[in-house]
């Protein structure tokens, strides 16, 4: 029976701690909390998820997007859970580009993330993968290792007038071309 894990938000500590590299993949505890963190990213509807943010403080994250309501131009991909993660190479070239956060609610900004990127994670069974992403899925993957190390995309904005509530966010995105 998978639980439901509660999210953590901006002011507990955990969001701003370190996570520490997971050791070894096949504990069995271990296996059932990434099963729960899956549970937990579809009901919350999120494009990733981080282990801090729901107070475990471990080098786990999940990309699981596709597009809904909030993001209409998410790419769909099958959730996938990355132990260990980490970025091997980016792109010189920057885009910035509105995100959200389940950890910050209400608010959105506008936050530069490097347009391509070569990343290296180990899979739930242990396999080294290497991969590229370009753009949004580019943009998930910073943002959720940004987790890991105790950044929020509050920390990436270049001024906080990038910022704005969720209600005001509505009308930007209603006015957007979808592409
Ligand atoms: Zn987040």
Redesign the pocket.
Known sequence: MVRILEIAQLGDPVIRERASEVTDVHDLQLQTFIDDLLATVAKEQ?M???AP?VSVGKRIIILSPKPNARYPYAPTMEPTVMINPELIWASSNTEKDW??????PGIRGLVPRHVGIRIRYHTRDDLLVESEYNGFLARVFQ??V??LDGT??LDRVETTHDLVTEHEWQKIIAQRPLT
């Open positions: 999120g990733g998820i981080a943010q995100e959200g956060c389940l950890t910050v943002h959720e940004d987790h929020v995309f």
